[in-house]
């Protein structure tokens, strides 16, 4: 059975690729292939991790940023496009291309913390700041409303007595993140081998 082909953008350390990585050589990951990584940043350490474990890498940047990237996504013949701690807003005009074949993760479970202004530690410091007993993370499918899209995986997570927005952070990336990506990934591309 062919598997589908998945792209996945990244700004940063590239923590939720080394899940989806992972999950990909465990099985978790069994109806999709990461084939591609990409980056708006040259200096993510994500790409590090894609050329590890030999996966065709590269950046980009520039206004014309999400024409070169659908090309890119058209030559690679990519079913699926994963956001995993990337840190741009994509258009409503690129999202629309791509019905239900992106999603995202968010570190807080939507519709709480969420939206234009939510990314990174702000959603941490957000929800100690408002008292929450628990959070979590949400996988979504994205579409032109920032965090907007149909819900497809969520995990709550408990807020502990002391916690910080840092303290948080790693506990909602191992206990909720690190899981439910790599399930939705796989949810999604079987889905998408069906159809």
């Known amino acids: 059975m062919r598997k589908a082909r998945i ?17 990909q050589k465990s099985g978790i990951l069994q109806s999709g292939e990461i084939s591609l990584v990409i980056s708006n940043n040259p200096k993510a350490y994500a790409l590090e991790r894609a050329k590890q474990v030999g996966v065709r890498n590269l ?22 496009v994963i956001l995993a701690g990337f840190m741009r807003i994509l258009s409503a005009d690129f999202t629309a291309r791509w019905p239900n074949r992106i999603l995202n993760v968010h570190p807080a479970l939507i519709p709480a913390f969420c939206g234009k202004g939510f990314y990174g530690l702000r959603v941490h410091e957000a929800a100690l700041a408002r008292g929450v007993k628990v959070t979590g993370a949400t996988v979504h499918f994205v579409n032109e409303i920032p965090d907007g899209g149909e819900i497809i995986l969520q995990k709550a997570v408990a807020v502990q007595p002391g916690d910080t927005a840092e303290s948080l952070q790693k506990r909602v990336m191992e206990e909720a993140e690190w899981i439910l990506l790599p399930q939705a990934a796989e949810l999604v591309s079987k889905g998408v081998n069906e159809s």
């Open 7 to 23: 792209a996945v953008l990244v700004s940063g350390g590239g923590t939720n690729l080394q899940a989806l990585l992972d999950a």
């Open 59 to 80: 950046v980009l940047t520039g206004a014309d940023f999400e024409e070169k990237l659908e090309k890119l996504l058209r030559e690679a013949e990519i079913d699926l």
